[in-house]
């Protein structure tokens, strides 16, 4: 398995407080994403980089802010978490998108009061 | 905007008998196209990847197809176990380096 983890793997947090999700790699893939899963609406892209301080907007980017200071950490923040962000939330890496296959972390479960 | 549908939903089968999952999407413009199997609570674990210029890909009993013209793939996968029950996820990646996801097909194999 490649290595990939995510932290925290669950979190219960209050409307309006900030959250940030932690995605480590040991990889040394240049190209990391965070998705979110809901029922029905299967793997959302919500933001990826593709280098050290490189990041861009997916399809649900709204109330979302990521960074990357280094290589192996990718970070999601929530600046105000809603209702509507409780989730599943996971962190997926690539060495080279066009020809290599995305490798998904274990997801953080994320519930929003 | 990619749109990526997966048909059916859901597919029950007893053991044994072959399994047949469809995928569509609507711009041909890609550059590889996945496919990714899930376990409940868990994370995607890869299976299968075709390159936009591959035709299909094969590995141990899972085939998969790949029709660019028609926006279409179909996953096989020959004498089905109870261990295969999971959802089967499509993927398709579009030249900005990113992965349009189906909603997925959930099998379950009576055993």
């Known amino acids: 398995d490649a290595g990939i983890t995510q932290s925290p793997r669950h979190k219960v947090t209050e409307t309006g407080t900030p959250v940030t999700l932690r995605c480590h790699q040991t990889e040394n893939h240049r190209y990391m994403y965070w998705y979110r899963q809901d029922p029905g609406h299967g793997l959302r892209l919500i933001h990826y980089s593709y280098g050290v301080k490189d990041t861009d907007k997916g399809e649900v980017s709204d109330g979302y802010s990521v960074s990357r200071s280094k290589t192996e950490d990718f970070l999601l923040t929530l600046e105000s978490a809603t209702s509507s962000q409780t989730s599943v939330y996971f962190c997926a890496i690539s060495d080279s998108p066009s020809t290599d296959t995305q490798y998904f972390g274990p997801g953080t479960r994320l519930t929003v009061l | 905007k990619q749109e990526v549908t997966q048909i059916p939903a859901a597919l029950s089968v007893p053991e044994g008998e072959n399994l047949v999952l469809n995928c569509s999407f609507t711009d041909s413009a890609i550059y590889n196209l996945q496919w990714f199997r899930q376990d409940p609570g868990k994370g995607l674990t890869s299976l299968l990847l075709?390159?936009?210029?591959?035709r299909e890909q094969t590995s141990g009993r899972l085939n998969a197809s790949l029709d660019k013209s028609s926006g279409r793939s179909t996953l096989y996968i020959a004498a089905s176990q109870p261990g295969d029950s999971a959802t089967y996820l499509c993927?398709?990646?579009?030249?900005?380096?990113?992965?349009?996801f189906g909603a997925g097909t959930t099998v379950t194999v009576r055993a």
């Open positions: 993927a398709v990646g579009s030249d900005d380096y990113k992965l349009s």
């Open positions: 075709i390159q936009s210029s591959q």
